[in-house]
């Protein structure tokens, strides 16, 4: 089976979504799926308003139908509402293709710490966007739930996966004064890093990521130790080598750094809000709590091998498998008719 996958979120972006695509695309090889994409590094791009080290891509409709027919694929799937998501989007409503979307982005509360537009018009967007979709997939059901109230349809379940070769305890030291409180994520105003900064906490508070607030932040906190963006071994370590990880985001739909974490045998602290709570639910491997300081107190008795052995159940292998299953249930494309076929018949884990 060929997917191809159309996003505008790529490398060398760090974030869930980058993340989640290139895991599942390598994952499902191995399940009989054959990955393709559709990236900005096809196209002139721009940085975007407010955090110019992301790019957007400026595609051209021509190239995208070029695109779409040298991947001759069995379906298709819109990853992001950007520029290139767009214009996939309407090639595929132009010749009558069959399509799925995931919702990886909360962009109203994005777009409303940045600017003035009112939350319920891009909600109205966003679902004129996911409208025509065969399976809009969402990370948790919370978030599925949400869709459905705010008038989306068709939404399935597509779960999230952390790799444990990579992420695992180990020995590690930062040199820091202990006890090492971690964050890691985009530096952005919606990723509340504030809410952890301020708070009264002994040892080392830690920031890793880049992004638009990175040079303020460190300003104004010079106490906290700010590591820029890692990834691979190097990120792995700093994970192994903290005692509380701390989540402050109240908008993140899932939070991939969440399991990272936990497979690296570290605690949670997170606001009790959609994202901590549907990866961590009643497990004792984190503490939710509007008290966030209590949150990161009560994170530091918990055990490290719980939080390893919760973080084992989520493979990337499992979340491959649903996302194929989702894309195999929907009509596929016939490229000799340029219409479409069933392919085969599989059960969608429905929100």
């Avoid at 880049?210 to 300003?219: V, W």
């Amino acid at each position: 089976m060929r997917i191809l996958v159309a996003t505008d979120a790529w490398h060398p972006q760090v974030n869930g979504v980058v993340r989640t695509l290139t895991m599942v695309a390598e994952a499902a090889r191995g399940l009989g799926a054959e990955f393709s994409f559709i990236t900005p590094d096809s196209f002139r791009t721009v940085g975007m308003p407010s955090y110019r080290d992301v790019r957007l891509a400026l595609p051209r409709p021509a190239k995208i139908a070029r695109l779409i027919a040298e991947a001759e694929p069995d379906a298709i799937h819109i990853a992001t509402e950007g520029p290139i998501g767009v214009l996939v989007r309407r090639y595929c409503r132009k010749h009558g293709l069959p399509f799925t979307t995931s919702f990886h982005t909360r962009f109203p509360d994005y777009v409303s710490a940045r600017a003035p537009v009112p939350e319920g018009w891009v909600w109205a967007t966003l679902r004129w966007f996911h409208g025509p979709s065969k399976a809009v997939m969402a990370a948790t059901p919370a978030l599925a739930a949400e869709l459905r109230e705010r008038g989306f349809r068709n939404i399935v379940l597509w779960p999230r996966g952390v790799d444990t070769k990579l992420f695992h305890p180990r020995e590690g030291d930062l040199c820091q004064p202990k006890p090492v409180f971690l964050c890691v994520g985009r530096v952005a105003v919606e990723k509340n890093l504030e809410a952890f900064l301020d708070l009264d906490l002994p040892g080392t508070k830690v920031i890793v990521g880049d992004g638009p607030a990175r040079q303020a932040l460190a300003q104004a906190y010079p106490d906290a130790v700010f590591l820029g963006a890692l990834e691979g071994e190097a990120l792995a370590q700093v994970y192994a080598a903290a005692d509380v990880f701390v989540f402050p985001s109240r908008t993140d739909t899932f939070g991939l750094v969440l399991l990272e974490a936990l497979a690296s045998g570290v605690p949670v602290a997170a606001f009790p809000v959609a994202g901590p709570r549907d990866v961590i639910g009643s497990a004792p491997v984190g503490v939710l709590s509007e008290d966030l300081r209590a949150a990161c107190f009560g994170a530091l008795q918990i055990r490290r091998e719980a939080c390893t052995a919760f973080a084992a159940q989520h493979t990337w292998e499992a979340c491959a498998r649903v996302f194929v299953d989702h894309m195999a249930e929907i009509p596929a494309i016939a490229p000799e008719r340029g219409a479409p076929h069933v392919l085969t018949e599989h059960p969608r884990i429905v929100a």
